[in-house]
């Protein structure tokens, strides 16, 4: 069964940056995309970003264009996602979703509590 592990969540000041990592424990490239989703409490789960594993396609949620970046490092076999400028309104639980057109199940992460002080 793979399992990913997120890291890199914390707690920031509003304006503040923080980076996020998500490993895998097969070959990243085996997924067909990556994306980062997030619940806050009493929501739904909702996409924040994707990426293609070959790195040349990735969509933003509207609240993250402009201030989160989606990348895929090979070398440490991560996907990452970088977020700056961050607004209360960022407050969630961060979780890194793996898909595969050969799996019939999405790998999800366990998540990482992401919180930002006004």
């Known amino acids: 069964q793979v399992q990913l592990v997120e890291s890199g969540g914390g707690l920031v000041q509003a304006g503040g940056s923080l980076r996020l990592s998500c490993a895998s424990s097969k070959l990243i490239t085996t997924f067909n995309f990556m994306a980062w989703y997030r619940q806050a409490p009493g929501t739904q789960r909702e996409l924040v970003a994707s990426?293609?594993?070959?790195?040349?396609?990735?969509l933003y949620a509207d609240s993250a264009k402009g201030r989160f970046s989606i990348s895929v490092d090979r070398a440490m076999n991560t996907v990452n996602l970088q977020m700056n400028r961050l607004k209360s309104d960022d407050t969630a639980v961060y979780y890194c979703?793996?898909?595969?057109?050969?799996?019939?199940?999405?790998?999800w992460g366990r998540g990482t509590q992401v919180t930002v002080s006004a």
């Open positions: 979703k793996g898909v595969d057109y050969g799996d019939p199940t999405d790998s």
């Open positions: 990426i293609t594993t070959t790195g040349d396609n990735t």
